[in-house]
């Protein structure tokens, strides 16, 4: 669980109202029905228009990321690899493929695979990063969904503001529906910023921050099963792993 991702969400909205309640606000002022199916809707319809459905379905499915990451685990994935060096040298490659039956990690089952089939270093290499980055596109690709919404709420708050001035300009003889209006007009505003700045972009920007995390650690994976194929060292290539863990 991610804890400053549940602390940054809580604070961002506790701030907002807090300083409303403190200034003298309500809390039902800053409720609005009319103004929430406006922007969420207009937002929501425009990114849809935006992108496929693969990769909208797919911005929903690491939308969970934020709050629980996936456990990447840089430093056993090392001793793994090392492991798998320390078989193929005293086994010879053949002796890898009861690994491959037990391996959970349908990207480094690929690589072993290659390895276990005789390829050459370079073909492995490529097979694998031929992957790598179609999946780094599309987690990509699938985090700009919320920069997007993030792009468009504000614009579409301003477009529920503005209806919310049309209705008073034509309820100016019934002062009874000028506060409704007003009301819609403001608070429009509001949550268009509001869900653009404390929700869209900061999870836009902390989906692709994880996904390059991701991305390294398949990298890792790639130069270790290469390093394999290439006859290295068990002991030099957990020095050469090494270099991708993030803590020192």
């Given at each position: 669980?991610?804890?400053?991702?549940?602390?940054g969400?809580?604070?961002?909205?506790a701030?907002?109202?807090?300083?409303?309640?403190?200034?003298?606000?309500?809390?039902?002022?800053?409720?609005?029905?009319?103004?929430?199916?406006?922007?969420?809707?207009?937002?929501?319809?425009?990114?849809?228009?935006?992108?496929?459905?693969?990769?909208?379905?797919?911005?929903?499915?690491?939308?969970?990321?934020?709050?629980?990451?996936?456990?990447?685990?840089?430093?056993?994935?090392?001793?793994?690899?090392?492991?798998?060096?320390?078989?193929?040298?005293?086994?010879?490659?053949?002796?890898?493929?009861?690994?491959?039956?037990?391996?959970?990690?349908?990207?480094?089952?690929?690589?072993?695979?290659?390895?276990?089939?005789?390829?050459?270093?370079?073909?492995?290499?490529?097979?694998?990063?031929?992957?790598?980055?179609?999946?780094?596109?599309?987690?990509?690709?699938a985090?700009?969904?919320?920069?997007?919404?993030?792009?468009?709420?504000?614009?579409?708050?301003?477009?529920?503001?503005?209806?919310?001035?049309?209705?008073?300009?034509?309820?100016?003889?019934?002062?009874?529906?000028?506060?409704?209006?007003?009301?819609?007009?403001?608070?429009?505003?509001?949550?268009?910023?509001?869900?653009?700045?404390?929700?869209?972009?900061?999870?836009?920007?902390?989906?692709?921050?994880?996904?390059?995390?991701?991305?390294?650690?398949?990298?890792?994976?790639?130069?270790?099963?290469?390093?394999?194929?290439?006859?290295?060292?068990?002991?030099?290539?957990?020095?050469?792993?090494?270099?991708?863990?993030?803590?020192?």
């Amino acid at each position: 669980m991610d804890i400053l991702s549940i602390l940054g969400v809580l604070i961002g909205f506790a701030a907002i109202i807090g300083g409303n309640l403190m200034g003298g606000g309500e809390l039902g002022s800053l409720i609005n029905f009319h103004a929430f199916i406006i922007v969420v809707g207009g937002t929501l319809g425009a990114t849809l228009l935006q992108f496929p459905p693969k990769v909208f379905l797919r911005s929903l499915r690491i939308l969970s990321w934020i709050f629980v990451p996936q456990n990447l685990q840089l430093k056993k994935q090392i001793d793994k690899i090392v492991r798998w060096s320390s078989l193929a040298r005293k086994e010879g490659l053949l002796g890898l493929e009861s690994v491959i039956e037990t391996e959970k990690d349908s990207f480094a089952k690929k690589g072993l695979q290659l390895l276990v089939d005789g390829n050459e270093p370079e073909v492995i290499r490529d097979c694998l990063e031929v992957e790598l980055t179609t999946k780094e596109h599309l987690d990509t690709q699938a985090a700009r969904v919320f920069e997007a919404m993030g792009g468009y709420a504000p614009t579409i708050g301003i477009i529920g503001a503005v209806i919310g001035l049309i209705h008073v300009m034509q309820n100016l003889a019934k002062p009874e529906l000028l506060g409704s209006g007003i009301a819609t007009a403001f608070v429009a505003t509001i949550y268009g910023v509001g869900l653009a700045n404390l929700l869209f972009i900061p999870i836009a920007n902390k989906l692709k921050s994880l996904i390059f995390e991701a991305s390294q650690a398949r990298e890792m994976v790639i130069e270790g099963i290469s390093s394999i194929a290439e006859g290295e060292n068990p002991r030099n290539i957990e020095l050469k792993l090494s270099g991708f863990l993030l803590e020192k």
